[in-house]
C-alpha cells in the first residue's frame, strides 16, 4: 500500500478521496471478478495439470491427447462429474470401513 502524501484539509478534499477509492473498489472488483470467471472456466485442466503433472506437453503424444480432451467443455464437466461421483463413493467406503472397525455402541441413555 502507498502512503497518501497530502492529508485531506477540507470536505472537497475528503469528497475527492471517497471517489478515488470508490473508483479503485471498483477497478479492484472487476479485476477479482475476471479472475473468478477465468478459474471457473480454466479449473478441471487446472486440476488435472496440477494433479498429474507427467501428462503435461512434455509427455509427448499421452499428453497431446489429453490436452485435446481437456479443451472440450462437455469433457471437462463430465470428468468433474465423474470425480465428485467417485470421491463421494469412496468417502462413503471410508466412513463403512470406519463404522465396522470402530463400531460405537449407543446405550439408548
Known amino acids: 500500500m502507498t502512503k ?30 475476471d479472475s473468478l470467471d477465468y478459474l471457473q472456466d480454466h479449473y478441471s485442466t487446472m486440476a488435472m495439470k496440477s494433479v498429474l503433472p507427467f ?10 491427447i489429453l490436452q485435446i480432451f481437456l479443451q472440450n467443455d462437455r469433457i471437462r464437466d463430465n470428468l468433474g462429474k465423474l470425480a465428485v461421483f467417485l470421491l463421494d463413493k469412496f468417502s462413503d467406503g ?13 446405550d439408548g441413555v
Do not use: C, H
Open 94 to 106: 471410508l466412513e463403512y470401513l470406519t463404522n465396522k472397525l470402530s463400531p460405537q455402541k449407543e
Open 4 to 33: 497518501q502524501t497530502n492529508t485531506i484539509t477540507d470536505l472537497q478534499t475528503l469528497d475527492q478521496e471517497i471517489l478515488r477509492l470508490r473508483l479503485r473498489a471498483k477497478e479492484l472488483e472487476v479485476k477479482i471478478d
Open 55 to 64: 501428462f503435461s506437453q512434455k509427455s509427448g503424444f499421452a499428453g497431446s
